[in-house]
Nanobody, 122 residues
């Protein structure tokens, strides 16, 4: 059984940083794609960033490019989302997911974590 557990969310002031973690069991991230999505109240789920297990492909939403970095620690089977220069618009529940191939569409990801809240105050 595949389980993804996110952590690292919280309350931060605008301009601050947070690092989210996504730890997996039951699936080795090294051979799958991992993506981060977010959903703010009243809004649709939004793609944030994704990477292949090899790291050969990474992709960022325009809204976070240059501010967020996705990375992976193979030994810990964990994927990170380093978020910097945070803005109030980044406030959302952030979820990690894993799938079989590079994609920006949430329907292409088959296992999801429970999500972690990120709140950015102005």
């Amino acid at each position: 059984q595949v389980q993804l557990v996110e952590s690292g969310g919280g309350l931060v002031q605008a301009g601050g940083s947070l690092r989210l973690s996504c730890a997996a069991s039951g699936r080795t991230f090294g051979i799958y794609v991992v993506g981060w999505f977010r959903q703010a109240p009243g809004k649709e789920r939004e793609f944030v960033a994704a990477m292949t297990g090899s790291g050969s492909w990474t992709f960022y939403a325009d809204s976070v490019k240059g501010r967020f970095t996705i990375s992976r620690d193979s030994a810990k089977n964990t994927v990170y989302l380093q978020m910097g220069s945070l803005k109030p618009d980044d406030t959302a529940v952030y979820s990690c997911a894993t799938g079989n191939g590079p994609s920006l569409r949430y329907n292409d990801y088959d296992y999801w974590g429970q999500g972690t809240q990120v709140t950015v105050s102005s």
